[in-house]
């Protein structure tokens, strides 16, 4: 029972390219969701799916979209990526009682 | 806007003593209250969740919970120095959109 796995774990862009950060969960939860975390601005909701099939924007989706691949996986993808996107991203998902878990998260640097 | 607020700390407690951690929330609908531990360069882990107005304990941890002054707390008893991390409180609706963090608080238990 791996929890929430994400991939990569590090990632260098330049200003422009584009990457999937791949999301996958093993705990057969239907929600699933996508933060970013930033020094001084805490941990933000980016994009949610409350269950496969459906996705919804939380605070701070500009510049990103998501795909629910399936009910286990989740990813989320920058077109174009800005040096505004440097962050650490992570990837949760949610049991009945509302609790997330979080992967390992995704630290991504783009120049 | 849904805002979760905490003392950025640090906060320094003895070895053995109580630690006190405090939050409060702005969204008087909420439904569901979470502590979350964050170590540096970890993803955040889930130690505390509670629902209703009281006091929650589980082991060295005792969260409370009071609606109508919008207020969450968290009391680590026997502070240990593995007790050092960042804290965040979060707090969501019923469903399942996402949590919404408070920026965290810094506690550094001191041998």
């Known amino acids: 029972n791996a929890g929430v796995t994400q991939t990569p774990k590090f990632q260098v862009l330049k200003t422009g390219q584009s990457m999937t950060l791949q999301c996958a969960q093993d705990?057969?939860?239907?929600?699933m969701y996508w933060y970013r975390q930033d020094p001084g601005m805490g941990l933000r909701l980016i994009y949610y799916?409350?269950?496969?099939?459906?996705?919804d924007k939380g605070e701070v989706p500009n510049g990103y979209n998501v795909s629910r691949l399936n009910k286990r996986e989740f990813s989320l993808r920058l077109e174009s990526a800005a040096p505004s996107q440097t962050s650490v991203y992570f990837c949760?998902?949610?049991?009945?009682?509302?609790?997330?878990?979080f992967g390992p998260g995704t630290r991504l640097t783009v120049l | 806007q849904k805002e979760v607020e905490q003392n950025s700390g640090p906060l320094s407690v003895p070895e053995g003593a109580i630690a006190s951690l405090n939050c409060t929330y702005s969204?008087?609908?909420?439904?569901?209250f979470f502590w979350y531990r964050q170590y540096s360069g970890k993803s955040p882990e889930l130690i505390m969740s509670?629902?209703?107005?009281g006091d929650k304990e589980d082991g060295r941890f005792t969260a409370q919970l009071n609606k109508a002054s919008q207020y969450v707390s968290l009391l680590i008893r026997d502070s240990q120095p593995s007790d050092s991390a960042t804290y965040l409180c979060?707090?969501?609706?019923?469903?399942?959109?996402?949590?919404?963090f408070g920026k965290g608080t810094h506690l550094i238990i001191q041998p």
């Open positions: 979060a707090v969501g609706p019923g469903g399942a959109d996402g949590l919404t």
């Open positions: 509670i629902y209703s107005n």
């Open positions: 949760a998902s949610r049991t009945g009682l509302n609790e997330q878990f």
């Open positions: 705990m057969n939860h239907n929600s």
């Open positions: 799916s409350a269950s496969e099939g459906t996705t």
């Open positions: 969204d008087r609908v909420s439904q569901s």
